[in-house]
C-alpha cells in the first residue's frame, strides 16, 4: 500500500512538472519596455556590426529594449518560415531582396505604406535601384539596408610587380573579354609560379554570381519572363558566359581549379586577384601585411551589370498586433537604414544615399570606389521561386565547370528545371 | 500473484510515461502525421490542399527522384560488401594473440567515438587539392597529378565510401569481434589433432560460426547505407552537381528548401517501404536457415 501511494506520487509530480514547465515560458520580467525580437542571419564581422547598430539603437530609445538573435545563415529562411508558422514569430527580421517574394507568397510578410505613412519615412531617400527591387506589386514590404555586389579585389604589392598597376593604385586592364584574359594571362607569366593569378572558386555560388554578372553584361535581363510565369532563359548568353569562364580554367589555366578556400589563397598572398562580394572587404582590412585594392567588376562585355543582392528588414504578420509594438519595430527598421555608415564599415554599400554625404562614411577608406556598382546590380525578377532558382542555376553551372557536361547541355536542363519548377502549384501565385 | 504484478505493473507507469510521451509526441505521431501529409499539398505555412495520390504520380515521374535513390542504392552497393569484409579481418586481426590487440582495437574503433562533423571535416582536410594530407603525400612519392577527390564524380564516390568505411568499420568489428570470441576453444583444439590447416579452421570452424552475426551485420548495414545523409551533406554537399545527392537530402531539400512538405513526405514513405521490404526479406531468409545453424 505504502509503495502504491509513493508511485502516485511520482505520477503527480510528473504531472506538476509538465504543467510547470509552460508556465516557466510564460513568464517574463517585469519592464515597461517594449521589447522587440529581431532576426538576423549575419555572421563574422557583419554580426559585429550588426550588433553594434543594436546596441547604438538602444542606447538611444530608452523606452525600447531589441533582442538582437543570430541564427545560423544556411538555414536561416527554414527557421524563419518554420518560426512564423509556429507562431513565434519574431518583430523584425532580416531578408534578402530575393527572398521577399517567396516570404509575402508565403502570408508571412506585411506592407509597409501605411506605417511608412504615419512615421514619415521618405522612400526617394534610398538608391532607386536597390528600391525598386524591394517594391512588390507596387507596394513597399521592406526596408532595405544595403546592397552587397560582388567585386573585384587585387593585390597592388603583385599587380606592381607585373606592371599593372597605374598611378592611381588601379589595375590596367583593358575592358574587353581578351583584356581581361591577357591581363590575367600577363600576371600569370610574371609572377612566381605558386602565385595564382586569380583565386577564384571552380563550383558553388561565387561562380554562379560571376556567371550572372558576365551574363547580364551581355545584355540579358533575368531568367524569367517580365511576367514571372515562364522561364525566359537567353542561351546564347548564358552559353557563352558560361565558357568563357570554363576557359579561364582549362584553356588559359588562370584560376587553379578546385581550391577549397580561395579567400584564404588571396589572403595569404597566394593569389593576384581575386571576385568576391563586397562583404569581404572587411576581412581583407583586417589581414596584416596585405596591400589590397578594390574596383567594381570589369564590365568586359559590354553592359556594366554585375550580380548583388539586398539585405532588407520586414515586420512579420502578427495577428494580434499591439500598435506601440509595430510602431516601435518600423522605427528600428528605419534606424538600421539611417545608420549605414556602421555597417557599411563591414563592406556593405548602404542602401539610404543619405548616409553617403555622412562624414563617418566618407572617412572610411575603399567604399567610395564602389558605391557607384549600387546603380548597376542586376537584382532576380521579384519571384517566389527565386532561391530555387539560384540554386538550379548553381547546380548547373558546377557541372559545366568541373568539365562534365558542356554549357549547352547544362542549360537545356537548368531551363527544364525551372520551367517544371513555376509548374509547381506551391510557388506559383493562386490561378 | 495476479494482484503483485498488477500492482508492479502500476508502478512502472511513472516512470515510463516520461519516456513513453515523448516518443508518441515525436515518434509515433509523425509517423501518422507524415502519412497524411504525403496525400496533401502541403507548404510549411498552412496551405493545404487534398490532392490524393498526386504526390505519388509526381514522384514516380520525378528524375530527381530516380537519380538520387539510385545514388543512395549506389552507396548501399559499394559500402555493404566492403564494410562487411573489412570489418571482418579487422576482427580477426585484433583477435590474434599479440602484444599489438589491444592497441589494433582502440584504432579501430576509435573513428566511431567521433561526431559525423568531426569526421567531415577531418575527411575535408585531409581530401583537399593542393594543401590536403593525401596530395601531399602523393606528391612525396614522385606522384605529381592533382587528384580532386572530392570534385570528380568517380572519386567523390571513392572519397564518400572511403571516409564512411573508416568512420564505422570498427562498430562492426566489435560484433564480429565479440561472436569470434564466443566459439569455443575445443572446436580449434580437435581440429588442431585433425592436423587442419589454417585456412581450413577458417573455412569450416570460423565462417560458419560467424554467419549468424554476419546477417545481423548485413542487416543492420543496408539499412544504415540507405539512411546515408549527413556525411555527404557535409563533404560534398550532394556534388559535384547532384553526382552524390542521396534521396535523404533531396527529401531535405524538397521539404525545407522548396517547402514543399506534402511530397517530402511521400518521398520518405517511399523510403520507409524501401526499408521494409528489405528487412522482411532478410528476416525471412534468416527465418528459413534457423534449423541449419
New interface residues.
Partial sequence: MK??SC?MV??LL?LVFISGCSNLAMSSTDSDKIKLDYWTLFGGGDAEFMKEIVQKFNNTHPDIHVNYIQLPFD?YY?KL??G??AGKAPDVAVSHISRLPQLIE???VSSLNPDAQKQGLQWDKFNQNILDASVINGKHYAIPIDTHPIAFYYNKEYLRKAGLLNDQGKPIIEETPEGFVNFLNKLKKELPQDIAPFSFA??GIDPYRLWWSFYHQLGADGVLSDDLSSVDLEMDKAVKAANYMKDLYYKHKVI?????DFYRTFQSGKAATLITGVWSTGIWEGTDDLEFGVVPVPAIFGEKAVFGNSHTLFLPKNENVDKEKRKAAFTFASFVAENGQIWAEAGHIPAKQTVYEKEAFQELPYRSQYVQIADHVAFQKPSVAN??IE?ILT??L??VL?G??SAEKAFKTAEQEIKELLQ????TPDE | MKGKAMSGNVKAIPFLLPFFIIYVMFTVYPIFKGLQMSFYDWSIIQKMEFVGLENYIKMFQDPDFWSSLWNTTLFTILSTPTMIILALVLALMANTKTKLRGFYRGAYFLPSILSVSVISYIAIFFLQPYTGFLNSFLHMFGIQKEFFWLAEPTLAWVSIVGVTLWWTVGFNMILFLAALQDIPDFLYESADIDGATAWQKFRYITFPQLIPIGRVILLLQILASYKVFAQILLITGGGPGTTTRPLIQYIYQAGFEKFNLGYAATMSYALFFILLILSLIQLKSQSDDQGVI
Avoid at chain 1, 256 to 260: A, D, S
Avoid at chain 1, 424 to 427: D, I, R
Wanted: aromatic share 0%; hydrophobic share 35%; charged share 15%.
Fill in positions: 509503495k502504491k508511485s511520482l505520477l510528473l538555414d527554414t518560415v518554420t512564423i508558422a508565403l502570408g508571412v571552380t563550383t587553379p581549379l578546385h581550391i577549397t532561391g530555387t540554386t547546380r548547373n558546377d557541372t568541373n562534365s557536361k509547381n502549384s506551391l510557388l
